[in-house]
């Protein structure tokens, strides 16, 4: 992990395309706004954490691959 310290206003670039930039800090928050490509994903950790257990349930529920056996006999 790259650690760094960053003002109000200051930034950082990530791979040519994605810039991050600190906005407001107020006490304990910090207020981040990020730049990056529509097709480059951006989530909160605990969206993406969910996301990803969403999807490992969805590959492991077998039920719609015997709906569609039954389907085509």
Known sequence: MLALSRKKGEALVISNNIEVTILEIKGDQVKVG?????EVPVYRKEIYLQIQDANKAAAADTSGMEALKNLLG
Do not use: C, G, K, Y
């Not at 990020?34 to 529509?38: F, K, M, N, V």
């Open 34 to 38: 990020i730049t990056a490509p529509r």
